[in-house]
């Protein structure tokens, strides 16, 4: 048995969840509560016993108890595993014990330096970095809990205290911490103010280190860890394991480029707050944000033109889905330089957001005369691409609408523009399930209450397969669905929930997870069999008048088609069935 199958076997989900939602409680045979992804006032959260699944009717967010600690801890899976593991008293055999050994010993010698960055800056040789902070105004509260330090002026006091720790100098070397030289090792932090870079987990995994004092010749004023086998810039953001839980609470990311930017915010009390470190964003990156929130707002200085790293970053978080706002601060001045004048400015700012693609359109057209065909082609030059990144179907064709308006040309005109643009070019590989942060049409919604209730009382079943088709189901996954339980009922007399299930896993086993939920979404209603049949019936008909308008659009295009070819009997025939139809729909209608 997998170690994942014994978890599940050994933990109870609902205890499990408890200890994260503590307003949890029994309605009939499930658990329910507010959701801890998102706001709300009515409890959409529900946890089953019996299935060992949750899911949040209001958010769309679910899974079994390895998917609500990666989403509540914002974890990886092996990460998940690891502490459900140790909850349920299994050990975990690593995949390579000599890899995991390392990294480990990576950390403890990351912590370790973290501790005496921290008490150099306490004694009298962190003066000057105390100094530093009075006048940059951090307090001293805040920066214990940022854990800053200061890496004193000398070439080995660092690789000395971790060698007289047991630790060796290969190995303090590969965790970034020194330098080599002739043959030599060397502190590769000195006489700097350091900052702790760590994990979402909180690890220490690496540091920037800022020079204070004369620039030493051939360093920069910032040094960062290189890449080790715990660090990697492109998949950390600073501040992101405080700042964690703020975010999912004010459902919002704000992204700053230094570390500074980040604790003058956390004192302002402003913590949903994380720092790019002067790179790029990365894909990475916006991955581990999506892990709690779906909208983010830069307050960095976005180029408009060219190329560059923070465009592209940007152009990522567009085509991966995150609704991307910006802060705008008064010209040249950076947060930390808002909050040092006046910490309102830096609020009023966060809460006067713009959509970056309403900015990107004002910066792009202010200095256009859109009257001149030049400037139409360079505004469409510029904007065109960015356009093309939106991932949201209807934002993309908000803004390519608003762009043909400006510009006084057809929209079909920019859409082929954009399809020329994209030919030859691979497609974007998305990084999350499609359903994640996707709203779903009424339709959809229908049918799966549909599907869900005539599954929880399956007295119904005949009368949905005998006034509904399979091609009146417009969703394939749920059409997929019908289809199984038509063959499936037709077969097994009488019908059995749990025979359905079973046999539904061996053939479609991702569908057999998605009837839990619809089971799930059914049973926190608490319903009688005379309410569950009246809302069936309500249903059908619904799903009925779905599938018929859709038919009698496409009727439309076959006539309009039809009369283009001046082919009369075509003609004839689909106006009757056109007219067959109507009527269906409008009998329906009178029903309703």
Not at 16 to 43: D, S, W
Not at 137 to 162: M, Q, R
Not at 191 to 199: A, E, G, Q, V
Not at 262 to 289: C, D, F, H, R, W
Request: proline fraction near 4%.
């Amino acid at each position: 048995m997998k170690p994942s199958d014994q978890i599940k076997e050994k933990l109870n989900i609902v205890d499990v969840i408890r200890e994260y939602v503590p307003g949890l409680k029994q309605v009939g045979a499930n658990h329910k509560a507010l959701c801890p992804f998102h706001k709300e006032k009515t409890p959409s959260f529900i946890v089953s016993p019996d299935k060992q699944v949750w899911h949040c009717f209001g958010c769309d967010r679910g899974g079994d108890i390895f998917k609500f600690i990666m989403e509540i801890e914002g974890m990886e899976f092996k990460d998940a595993l690891r502490i459900l593991a140790k909850k349920a008293g299994i050990e975990l055999k690593p995949w390579d014990r000599s890899l995991s050994t390392k990294r480990s010993r990576f950390l403890k010698i990351l912590d370790l330096a973290s501790i005496f960055f921290q008490k150099t800056l306490e004694s009298d040789q962190g003066k000057i970095a105390q100094d530093y902070l009075v006048k940059r105004k951090v307090n001293s509260s805040v920066a214990e809990e940022f854990k800053l330090g200061y890496a004193p002026d000398a070439w080995d006091k660092l690789l000395s205290f971790l060698k007289a720790r047991g630790y060796k100098e290969q190995e303090i070397f590969e965790a970034g911490l020194t330098v080599k030289k002739d043959q030599r090792s060397y502190d590769r932090f000195r006489n700097r103010l350091m900052f702790p870079i760590s994990d979402v987990h909180g690890n220490v995994v690496g540091f920037t280190g800022r020079i204070l004092g004369k620039e030493i010749e051939g360093q920069g004023k910032y040094v960062n860890t290189p890449q080790t086998l715990v660090y990697d810039k492109s998949r950390v953001l600073y501040g992101l394991s405080k700042a964690k839980e703020a975010i999912r609470k004010q459902d919002l990311c704000i992204l700053v480029e230094g570390q500074v930017d980040v604790i003058a915010s956390y004192q302002t009390g402003v913590k949903n707050v994380v720092a790019v470190s002067g790179s790029a964003l990365t894909l990475p990156q916006i991955n581990l944000i999506k892990r709690f929130t779906q909208n983010i707002a830069l307050a960095f200085d976005v180029d408009i033109a060219g190329s560059s790293a923070t465009k592209r970053g940007i152009d990522l978080a567009l085509s991966s889905g995150l609704n991307t706002k910006i802060i705008q601060l008064p010209q040249g001045k950076d947060p930390d330089e808002c909050i040092k004048s006046n910490p309102e400015i830096w609020k009023k700012a966060i809460s006067s957001l713009s959509r970056i693609m309403d900015y990107y359109f004002d910066n792009v057209l202010k200095n256009l005369d859109l009257s001149k065909v030049e400037d139409k082609k360079e505004a469409a030059k510029s904007l065109l691409p960015i356009i093309s990144k939106i991932f949201d179907p209807v934002e993309r064709s908000h803004y390519l609408g608003r762009l043909a308006e400006k510009l006084k040309v057809d929209e079909e005109i920019l859409a082929e523009a954009i399809r020329k643009g994209k030919r030859g070019t691979p497609r974007r590989v998305s990084t999350e399930s499609p359903k994640q942060g996707k709203e779903k049409s009424p339709e959809e919604k229908s049918l799966e209450r549909l599907l869900g209730l005539v599954l929880k009382f399956p007295k119904n079943i005949s009368f949905v397969l005998e006034n509904l088709e399979s091609s009146d189901i417009g969703v394939s996954r749920i059409q997929t669905l019908f289809i199984f339980l038509k063959v499936f009922y037709n077969k097994e007399v009488p019908f059995s929930i749990e025979k359905f299930q079973k046999a539904l896993s061996k053939k479609y086993p991702k569908l057999k997870k998605q009837v839990d939920i619809l089971l799930l979404g059914v049973e926190k209603d608490m319903l009688e069999e005379e309410e569950a049949s009246k809302e069936i019936a309500d249903i059908a008909k619904r799903v009925k008048s779905y599938a018929l308008r859709k038919r009698l659009k496409g009727l439309e295009f076959d006539i309009r088609r039809a009369e283009r070819l001046k082919d009369k009997e075509n003609i004839n025939l689909f106006s009757r069935e056109f007219k067959r139809l109507s009527g269906e729909l409008a009998k329906i209608e009178r029903e309703e």
